[in-house]
């Protein structure tokens, strides 16, 4: 089961999706510009529930300022892989192809990331319907407005699912967080405290990691914000 905090409730959950065997995570280059604490909120959620996670990064034919090597080797130390992708160059379309191929996989990311676009690309049979981005935004526009699962002509199905503004995790305790960063879990078992924090604790081991930059700035900086809200909620 994936789902994260009603819109407006942290205390209850909203459901996105049941039986997965993956959750596809596509955020992209250009607009809407590339986030990672969005992309480490769902990549957390999945790892909590039990699901594998895929994180799609599309539009890298819009990569102008060369980010994809670094997001590529944040993440591989995150046992997370990632796929590059362009509808334009078709980059790591027919990767993307074999990844959804027999299994039952939903399709999330903000609006306007191009998951209907990637959809076309590898199921032209599909038609789904697309749309620009707003400039003025900076983000995109709804093009898919309800939860829908298609079955793929090479075999599987997958969940394309509305964009999103934002998300955030549902029901981790804040205890508990600092497991579903998979870099930070197997060193966290060297702190000096087994229910460490990573915040102010002496003797961290995560902490002394990411001083040492052998944790992204970009994932422990996630951590502490993710951390944060669950305290205040």
Known sequence: LFGRCAAGDDHRRQILATNLDQVV??????????????SDRILVAAEAAGIPSVLVVNKTDL??????????RTYAAANTEVILTSAETKQGVDELSACLTGK??????????????LLNQID???????????GALHAGRHTTTFAKMYDL??????????GVRSFRPFGIPANEL????????????????????????????????HEE???ATSRFR?????????NEA
């Open 63 to 72: 990569d102008d300022r060369e980010l994809a090597t670094g997001i590529q």
């Open 213 to 215: 930059g052998d944790i």
């Open 222 to 230: 996630s951590y502490l914000s993710i951390l944060q809200e669950i």
């Open 104 to 117: 039952q996989s939903l399709l999330y990311g903000l609006s306007g990331v191009g998951k209907s676009t």
């Open 178 to 209: 600092r497991l579903h960063f998979p870099e930070m879990a197997l060193l966290g078992r060297q702190c000096k405290f087994s229910g460490c924090l990573h915040q102010k604790e002496p003797k961290c081991q995560v902490r002394t990691a």
């Open 153 to 162: 002509a090479l075999g599987g199905t997958v969940i394309d699912t509305p």
């Open 124 to 134: 032209p049979g599909l038609d789904l319907k697309t749309r620009e981005v707003s």
């Open 25 to 38: 995570h596509v955020a992209c280059f250009g607009t809407p510009p590339f986030s990672s604490l969005t």
